[in-house]
């Protein structure tokens, strides 16, 4: 029974139409896979299948250009934005903003268990009246790269999670959502482009990817329950976990300065970084450090914002673009 199963499976495979299916949906395949994966890629890439699309997009490549920006917007940042970051925490004003900031120091205590993370204390930090007592261990670049790479494959599920309820709410309702869910989505894919870039300098083991799966799994389920309840508990509770990775990237980068992370001195970005986020291509890891900071610094900002103006309220930052836009408009004019 078994042979003659795969004896028809062969001559079913071997028919003409059947073969040219096949061809089809593999040209398919390859054509999605290099129109979503290229324009991040070497510029020097060469051995490519000859189909029409792919070398329009090689040759736009190799001219430096974008042949077709699929990525979501996202910030491009000037030098002084980038060294302009500071690290900040909003005031309580009522318990949902208590219940937050309790959830992220929960969860900041059992990351750093699992991370070994452990710093030495900023001079800011240090209390002029007591002297420091005891010495902290220094965090290595494995150590490091393990911290991003974990922070970072959790980071992108509140965007997610907040913009897939959102467009569910949308199409239940059949209202309109009025900006939020492009500002989410563009969240969590800039996180997912953090932890591509950090995945260029170390592939984690099967038991790393176990953690983060079992993390992602638990972290989505009672976020997305959460956020079904208050949306504004959760993006309130987003801010405070973005102050907390501020710290954390801002740590890093002194570290760097201080000279206790020599591998990554002068360790070139990597392509997708410069790619993405336009660096020059002399960029180092120092570079592509305060880049993820300023985005995390911006989605600080964002999620406060739409906690304090509440779910039912249009997104600011859509309203205040438009405005922006308008009044260029009305200036050329």
């Not at 079913?12 to 290229?38: E, G, W």
């Not at 201080?258 to 591998?263: E, H, I, S, T």
């Not at 890891?285 to 406060?304: F, G, K, P, S």
Request: proline content about 4%.
């Amino acid at each position: 029974m078994k042979t003659t199963r795969l004896l028809l499976t062969l001559h079913n495979l071997s028919s003409p139409s059947k073969t040219a299916y096949l061809y089809q949906v593999n040209s398919i395949q390859s054509r999605c896979f290099l129109h979503t994966s290229m324009p991040l890629m070497d510029k020097n890439t060469t051995c490519v299948e000859e189909h029409p699309h792919t070398r329009a997009v090689v040759q736009a490549i190799n001219q430096h250009q974008q042949p077709s920006d699929y990525m979501l917007n996202h910030e491009i940042y000037t030098e002084k934005e980038l060294h302009d970051v500071q690290i900040t925490h909003k005031k309580f004003e009522s318990w949902h903003d208590r219940v937050a900031y309790a959830a992220v120091r929960t969860l900041r205590l059992v990351f750093d268990v699992f991370t070994g993370y452990m710093h030495v204390s900023t001079p800011s930090e240090r209390n002029s009246t007591k002297a420091i007592q005891h010495t902290h261990k220094m965090m290595t670049e494995q150590q490091w790269l393990r911290r991003f790479i974990f922070l970072e494959s959790i980071a992108g599920v509140p965007g997610m999670v907040g913009g897939m309820s959102r467009h569910m709410k949308s199409l239940r309702t059949m209202r309109r959502d009025y900006g939020w869910i492009h500002t989410l989505l563009s969240e969590a894919e800039n996180e997912r482009m953090h932890l591509l870039t950090f995945l260029e300098l170390r592939q984690p083991g099967w038991l790393f990817r176990g953690f983060v799966l079992l993390g992602q799994g638990a972290f989505f389920n009672a976020f997305f329950l959460t956020y079904l309840i208050s949306p504004r508990v959760c993006h309130r509770f987003v801010g405070f976990l973005e102050e907390e990775a501020v710290i954390t990237y801002t740590r890093c980068i002194e570290d760097i300065d201080a000279g206790r992370l020599l591998a990554w001195s002068n360790l070139p970005a990597p392509q997708i970084a410069k790619t993405y986020w336009r660096l020059p291509e002399n960029s180092t890891m120092r570079d592509v450090l305060l880049a993820v900071r300023a985005d995390e610094a911006n989605h600080r900002e964002v999620n406060h914002t739409l906690a304090d103006v509440g779910p039912n309220a249009p997104n600011p930052f859509v309203v205040q673009t438009k405005r922006q836009t308008d009044r260029s408009t009305a200036e050329r004019h």
